[in-house]
């Protein structure tokens, strides 16, 4: 089955809320601000994120992914 699930230019894309298979890491990936504001507007709508939930900051333009992809301990980080 599937392990992770990746959301490139995540956006206000829900999946990673919505979604209860606990067992699936789900990377949302996008710039700084566009996750600055979806973590706002969520915690303003009370919507909360699971654990198996990592949002990476990347500029896609500028970064290539397998390298952030590689180094997820030290990139990534829980919404809140």
Do not use: H, W
């Not at 392990?3 to 067992?23: H, M, P, V, W």
């Not at 789900?26 to 601000?33: G, H, L, V, Y």
């Not at 896609?60 to 992809?69: G, Q």
């Amino acid at each position: 089955g599937i392990e992770q699930y990746a959301i490139l230019d995540a956006g206000l894309d829900t999946f990673s809320t919505r979604n209860r298979n606990k067992n699936i890491s789900i990377f949302e990936i996008d710039k700084k601000i566009s996750e600055k504001n979806k973590i706002r507007r969520l915690t303003r709508a009370k919507i909360e994120f699971s654990d198996n939930v990592k949002m990476i900051c990347a500029d896609l333009s500028k970064v290539k992914i397998p390298p952030r992809f590689a180094n997820q301990d030290d990139t990534a980080n829980k919404p809140n």
